[in-house]
């Protein structure tokens, strides 16, 4: 039995009356579900237990500790022979319950015990394995990590703990800034937030808009951990994207959600849940995921879909499930998928089932995460793409990214000279714009870089001559591949927005 509940208080208390005698609390900050624990069993009328590795079974909030229960087989026998309705609490056991037959026997004992007496063993933790013959006794809750609420208490105290100490501290954040840093504490527990935070005001006795940054990185430690996702360094801005002006403009309506959330909710509007770019390969799809997190100022994550995929039946599900929860914990947040296409391709079950199985996890995540996370997927090949995809609903729009026109080439190519140090008002860029028409702007930029290594071995400087002499050497994938280019733009018209 599974239960993911924000009054966790009132789940507990409904299966201790329903006779759970061992319930997972699904939670990695002990403190806090102590404080729950502590809160249920003085509602009940019932003592709570802790146990410790190096104390064994004591009274919570008491002096000593029950007589040799250091042992776990211990312990669990030691409450199969209390007879008197109590709370047992054991944290960072999850391993070693599975494999153990004569741990899970005894165990099972305890739990027995407790169920005709209105009684619970409790463990907390990320995860827990128990023997096969346990599960249907076990329940299982998922403990929500620390709300807004939760935050800007912390915020507060930390400030306040600080200027005792230190002589006062310069707080400099605007109420738009203040609410970015609580956003972007998510999914970090409080202890890791309370050190992140104290260790940025200490450092020069302020809490200011810099020290948005040290949390981030902190949770990008997170993400690297996990090694499913990837944390991607931000280096453009749509200031820099050349033309996507309906796509822009989208973005723009609704990045005042992501900067005022409470606002927001109070107006009664939802986080955006995602856009799914389809079109021609090196226009700029990838490029906008990026430029989305910029803007918003949030963590762009990067789901590398070939990460999941495992040989062992069952772990490539489990890895698209423990990415996605990375990703929920690190809301609000950006989750560029680039080429989705390939992860869920439609037809054939060459890979046994493994894709369309992951897809059903993802279509079901879609529907129904909880965390602000903005899914920004690109694909570039409509015949692969699962029709799932395109029912309305998953995606808040659906975007195609054409071929640029002649303005936007030329804009394209003045990007990239002046990234690379040329003045592009030395160059023919409406001649160069002319000559590269069907040209993608990845093209465009490889013509650059192109026309840079010959100069650049010839010893002179960059060339328009170089430059024309590249454009018409390039074969661009709209000549080479028409067919493709010509049925995506057909399958767009009507079903897509246009992104240009």
């Known amino acids: 039995m599974g239960v993911s509940s924000p009054d966790v208080l009132r789940d507990l208390k409904l299966l201790l009356r329903s006779r759970y005698g061992l319930i997972h609390l699904k939670t990695l900050e002990e403190g806090r579900a102590v404080s729950l624990l502590r809160h249920m069993t003085a509602d009940l009328g019932i003592p709570l237990f ?40 054991f944290h960072g056991v999850g391993g070693e319950l599975d494999g153990d037959a004569v741990l899970a026997a005894q165990l099972r004992e305890a739990v027995t015990s407790l ?10 933790g990320d995860r827990l394995q128990v023997a096969e013959g346990m599960r249907s006794l076990l329940a299982t809750v998922s403990f929500p990590g620390p709300g807004r609420e939760d935050f800007e208490q912390l915020v507060r105290h930390i400030v306040r703990d600080l200027s005792r100490r230190q002589h006062g501290v310069e707080v400099d954040l605007s109420a738009e800034e203040r609410a970015m840093l609580v956003n972007n504490l998510a999914g970090l527990t409080l202890l890791e937030a309370e050190k992140i935070l104290t260790k940025a005001i200490v450092e020069d006795g302020r809490l200011d808009l810099n020290d948005i940054q040290h949390v981030i990185d902190a949770k990008r430690a997170v993400v690297e951990r996990e090694g499913l996702l990837e944390y991607y360094p931000l280096e453009e801005s749509t200031a820099r994207v050349a033309d996507l002006r309906r796509l822009r403009e989208w973005l723009e309506k609704r990045k005042a959600v992501v900067a005022e959330p409470l606002r927001a909710k109070e107006f009664g509007l939802p986080f955006p849940r995602g856009v799914l770019l389809l079109g021609v390969p090196g226009c700029g799809k990838s490029l906008s995921a990026k430029a989305v997190a910029m803007e918003w100022k949030l963590p762009l994550l990067k789901l590398d879909t070939s990460t999941l995929y495992n040989k062992f039946i069952g772990e490539s599900e489990k890895n698209f499930k423990r990415a996605m929860r990375t990703a929920e914990n690190m809301a609000p947040v950006v989750l560029w998928i680039d080429e989705i296409e390939k992860a869920f391709a439609s037809g054939g079950d060459e890979d046994g089932g493994v894709s369309q199985r992951i897809l059903g996890s993802f279509l079901s995540w879609m529907q129904e995460r909880t965390g602000d996370v903005f899914v920004v997927a690109t694909a570039n090949n409509i015949d ?28 394209i190519f003045r990007i990239h000279l002046e990234r690379r140090g040329h003045d592009a008002g030395a160059f023919a860029l409406t001649e160069l714009a002319a000559m590269t028409e069907e040209f993608s702007g990845a093209e465009i930029e490889q013509v650059v870089i ?51």
């Open 50 to 89: 802790c146990w410790s590795r190096l104390r064994g079974l004591s009274l919570a909030g008491g002096e000593g500790a029950v007589y040799a229960t250091r042992a776990l087989g211990d312990a669990f026998g030691h409450i199969a022979a209390s007879g008197e309705p109590a709370l047992y609490h």
């Open 115 to 124: 169920e005709r007496i209105h009684g619970a063993v409790v463990i907390t």
């Open 384 to 411: 692969r793409l699962p029709t799932e995809f395109l029912r309305k609903g998953r995606f808040d729009e659906i975007f195609f990214v054409d071929l640029p026109d002649a303005s936007v080439r030329e804009e």
């Open 450 to 500: 192109s026309a840079l290594y010959s100069d650049f071995a010839s010893g002179t400087d960059l060339r328009s001559d170089t430059l024309r002499a590249e454009c018409g050497a390039t074969r661009p994938l709209a000549v080479t591949m028409a067919e493709r280019v010509a049925r995506l733009r057909q399958w767009a018209e009507g079903r897509a927005v246009p992104a240009n």
